[in-house]
């Protein structure tokens, strides 16, 4: 390994692993990617329908849900917006229903009760500058069987129209978030300097995903189509964004 290191004439490259998934240099290093696939890849554009209703996130102390079609007709035939992919879990406690869809009309603020996941989903579209969001256990009114029924033959139009998928890979739950802490392992090698001396360099590997341990996200059926549907996936584990 040391001879390896030592012998070659090729530079060293590495980025900083930052533990704090929301840091600043993450959401610049997100930025850039999206970039990138802005300039370079044309396939990714476009979105020819939206879903029935969408999050606005742009205000973050007034999210408000709303209906598409009052969107269009002010102008909006191509708006940009995120879907979020996410495993339930256990949490039902904030749901659009057709008690609470007026008011997540109205506005509202993303309290300590809510799901951790789509807290963290908001704080991620809206600093990548993206203003509108679908989550569907609050964009499909879930009492209601037709415009479940509706909602969901749209789904594959819903994602593949998005602008990018968040993907909460790690979490088997909405209550835990998709912006865990991050647990790393290191190996230790010593490097020879070509100078004289030498250097210990750490590199950190996945943990339990090492041996490809499963990820609870795409145990679902449905994050198959979500994940191959949507023209951009961003995927947030324990130990990575990628």
Same mark, same amino acid.
């Given at each position: 390994?040391?001879?390896?290191?030592?012998?070659? &004439?090729?530079?060293?490259?590495?980025?900083?692993? *930052? @533990?704090? &998934?929301?840091?600043?240099?993450? @959401?610049?290093?997100?930025?850039?990617?999206? $970039?990138?696939?802005?300039?370079?890849?044309?396939?990714?554009?476009?979105?020819?329908?939206?879903?029935?209703?969408?999050?606005?996130?742009?205000?973050?102390?007034?999210?408000?849900?709303?209906?598409?079609?009052?969107? +269009? @007709?002010?102008?909006?035939?191509?708006? !940009?917006?995120?879907?979020?992919? *996410?495993?339930?879990?256990?949490?039902?406690?904030?749901?659009?229903?057709?008690?609470?869809?007026? $008011?997540?009309?109205?506005?509202?603020? =993303?309290?300590?009760?809510?799901?951790?996941?789509? %807290?963290?989903?908001?704080?991620?579209? *809206?600093?990548?500058?993206? &203003?509108?969001?679908?989550?569907?256990?609050?964009?499909?009114?879930?009492?209601?069987?037709?415009?479940?029924?509706?909602?969901?033959? !749209?789904?594959?139009?819903?994602?593949?129209?998005?602008?990018?998928?968040?993907?909460?890979?790690?979490?088997?739950?909405?209550? $835990?978030?998709?912006? +865990?802490? /991050?647990?790393? +392992?290191?190996?230790?090698? $010593?490097?020879?300097?070509?100078?004289?001396?030498?250097?210990?360099?750490? =590199?950190?590997?996945?943990?339990? @995903?090492? =041996?490809?341990?499963?990820? &609870?996200? =795409?145990? !679902?059926?449905?994050?198959?189509?979500? +994940?191959?549907?949507?023209? /951009?996936?961003?995927?947030? %584990?324990?130990?990575?964004?990628?």
């Amino acid at each position: 390994m040391t001879d390896f290191f030592y012998n070659s &004439p090729a530079e060293v490259k590495y980025t900083v692993i *930052h @533990r704090d &998934p929301l840091s600043e240099p993450l @959401r610049l290093q997100m930025l850039s990617w999206l $970039k990138l696939c802005d300039k370079g890849h044309g396939c990714c554009e476009g979105n020819a329908s939206l879903p029935s209703r969408l999050l606005d996130i742009r205000d973050l102390n007034c999210i408000t849900l709303r209906e598409s079609a009052n969107m +269009q @007709r002010h102008g909006g035939s191509n708006l !940009r917006y995120a879907t979020l992919s *996410h495993c339930w879990g256990s949490s039902r406690n904030f749901l659009a229903t057709r008690e609470t869809v007026f $008011k997540l009309m109205r506005g509202f603020r =993303f309290s300590e009760e809510a799901p951790k996941t789509f %807290s963290d989903a908001v704080h991620v579209a *809206h600093g990548l500058g993206i &203003p509108y969001l679908w989550i569907d256990p609050l964009c499909i009114i879930q009492d209601d069987v037709s415009d479940w029924d509706a909602e969901a033959s !749209r789904m594959a139009d819903v994602y593949s129209n998005s602008y990018l998928t968040i993907a909460a890979a790690s979490s088997d739950d909405d209550r $835990k978030g998709l912006l +865990q802490p /991050r647990s790393f +392992q290191y190996a230790t090698i $010593k490097l020879n300097s070509p100078v004289g001396g030498s250097m210990l360099a750490s =590199f950190s590997w996945e943990g339990n @995903r090492l =041996f490809g341990g499963p990820i &609870p996200l =795409f145990q !679902r059926g449905w994050v198959l189509q979500e +994940q191959f549907l949507s023209p /951009r996936n961003m995927i947030f %584990s324990d130990e990575k964004v990628h």
